[in-house]
């Protein structure tokens, strides 16, 4: 499956933005899906994952709340709404597939290119 993410840009903090991956190539329903960002100087982190019917989400701590995690199966797209956004979101935002929740959350097979999201104080 090949990801294409997109929708970052520059917010002030509180405002929101709507990040968007579009999937091709095999099934989409067939993966779950998931979101990560990567700080300048950071280790890449986990941000949300949502199962194939979308009927599960997860949530890391830091966006618990705030973030919510969507698909559409029929557009082949998941989305990351991001409300409330605080300057340490500023960050690369990455999507992921994967077959496996459990993997999906961690160390997903496919891989989008990063979108930029900078949140100014």
């Known amino acids: 499956v090949q990801l294409q993410a997109s929708g970052g840009g520059l917010v002030q903090a509180g405002g929101s933005l709507r990040l968007s991956c579009s999937a091709s190539g095999r099934t989409f329903g067939n993966y779950c899906m998931g979101w990560f960002r990567q700080a300048p100087g950071k280790e890449r982190e986990f941000v949300a994952a949502i199962s194939y019917s979308g009927g599960s989400t997860y949530y890391a701590d830091s966006v618990k709340g705030r973030f919510t995690i969507s698909r559409d199966n029929a557009k082949n797209t998941v989305y990351l709404q991001m409300n409330s956004l605080k300057p340490e979101d500023t960050a690369v935002y990455y999507c992921?597939?994967?077959?496996?929740?459990?993997?999906?959350?961690?160390?997903?097979?496919?891989w989008g290119q990063g979108t930029q999201v900078t949140v100014s104080s």
């Open positions: 992921a597939a994967d077959p496996i929740m459990g993997v999906v959350r961690n160390n997903p097979r496919h």
